[in-house]
């Protein structure tokens, strides 16, 4: 692992009973690197230098104790001692003014607006129209609930709402660079919803789309991104049980 890697990751382990109290005042995510809004948070803390730890929670499989941090059961949720904070967007905020060094909102107030409404486009809209109709119905019923897909609903997703997405995001990402000028919140969250759908076996017409294309290869070439990408990936069509030792294998390599 390279240097910035052990830097930023070296202290990632997973939760138990027996943490280590010399650990408690170190950031820890709680959710499954699957999750593009948990790998949003962790390429922030990542781009930022930031150690943290991660917890690779499945919302489905929260227990009580998870409800009571995320109450509507969500993740990523992020904790830090005794403070805790769910919802990816209040997190990436919370993050941005306590380690204000290498900004992921732009100093320019038009283009902070701009960064702002693409992570919403994305966590709303993209998660609305990937998440659910694809990741969740081809990745998340067989895999964790056992429950078969639901084609139709697939089927709507790739030939109706994606082909909407993919026009409106050809008119708004640049030929070159971001949407921001430098990497932004919203590049990043825009990328980790669109990865999910490349898991769910839909397919991008770069033809079609060049330019989403061309936006999506040189963000998943950022080296925070790829390295999650890379780990959620290994993590795919495993049992939730083996998560831990994966996460705990990954980062000490």
Not at 70 to 91: K, N, W
Not at 95 to 103: A, D, I, R, S
Not at 123 to 145: A, K, Y
């Given at each position: 692992?390279?240097?910035?890697?052990?830097?930023?990751?070296?202290?990632?382990?997973?939760?138990?009973?027996?943490?280590?109290?010399?650990?408690?005042?170190?950031?820890?995510?709680?959710?499954?690197?699957?999750?593009?809004?948990?790998?949003?948070?962790?390429?922030?803390?990542?781009?930022?230098?930031?150690?943290?730890?991660?917890?690779?929670?499945?919302?489905?499989?929260?227990?009580?104790?998870?409800?009571?941090?995320?109450?509507?059961?969500?993740?990523?949720?992020?904790?830090?001692?005794?403070?805790?904070?769910?919802?990816?967007?209040?997190?990436?905020?919370?993050?941005?003014?306590?380690?204000?060094?290498?900004?992921?909102?732009?100093?320019?107030?038009?283009?902070?607006?701009?960064?702002?409404?693409?992570?919403?486009?994305?966590?709303?809209?993209?998660?609305?129209?990937?998440?659910?109709?694809?990741?969740?119905?081809?990745?998340?019923?067989?895999?964790?609930?056992?429950?078969?897909?639901?084609?139709?609903?697939?089927?709507?997703?790739?030939?109706?709402?994606?082909?909407?997405?993919?026009?409106?995001?050809e008119t708004e990402v640049p030929d070159d660079g971001y949407l921001c000028g430098t990497l932004s919140v919203g590049d990043i969250a825009i990328g980790?919803?669109?990865?999910?759908?490349?898991?769910?076996?839909?397919?991008?017409?770069?033809?079609?789309?060049?330019?989403?294309?061309?936006?999506?290869?040189?963000?998943?070439?950022?080296?925070?991104?790829?390295?999650?990408?890379?780990?959620?990936?290994?993590?795919?069509?495993?049992?939730?049980?083996?998560?831990?030792?994966?996460?705990?294998?990954?980062?000490?390599?």
């Amino acid at each position: 692992m390279k240097s910035l890697e052990k830097r930023v990751f070296g202290a990632i382990l997973t939760l138990s009973s027996e943490e280590d109290t010399s650990m408690k005042d170190e950031i820890t995510i709680i959710g499954t690197p699957i999750s593009p809004y948990v790998r949003k948070v962790l390429a922030i803390l990542d781009i930022k230098g930031v150690p943290f730890r991660c917890h690779p929670q499945i919302p489905f499989l929260g227990d009580d104790d998870f409800t009571r941090i995320s109450p509507l059961r969500r993740i990523p949720v992020l904790r830090i001692g005794d403070f805790t904070l769910p919802d990816s967007t209040v997190i990436a905020q919370f993050l941005e003014e306590k380690f204000p060094e290498t900004p992921l909102y732009p100093g320019d107030i038009e283009a902070r607006a701009r960064a702002r409404w693409f992570e919403e486009y994305a966590d709303d809209h993209l998660g609305r129209n990937v998440l659910f109709p694809l990741f969740f119905q081809r990745r998340v019923r067989p895999v964790v609930l056992k429950e078969p897909t639901d084609e139709a609903i697939v089927d709507k997703a790739i030939n109706e709402d994606m082909p909407k997405v993919l026009d409106y995001l050809e008119t708004e990402v640049p030929d070159d660079g971001y949407l921001c000028g430098t990497l932004s919140v919203g590049d990043i969250a825009i990328g980790s919803i669109m990865r999910n759908a490349f898991w769910a076996d839909w397919a991008l017409d770069a033809s079609r789309w060049p330019r989403v294309a061309a936006y999506l290869g040189r963000l998943y070439s950022e080296p925070a991104i790829a390295r999650l990408n890379k780990l959620a990936e290994s993590m795919l069509g495993t049992s939730p049980k083996e998560h831990p030792a994966i996460v705990e294998k990954y980062f000490a390599a």
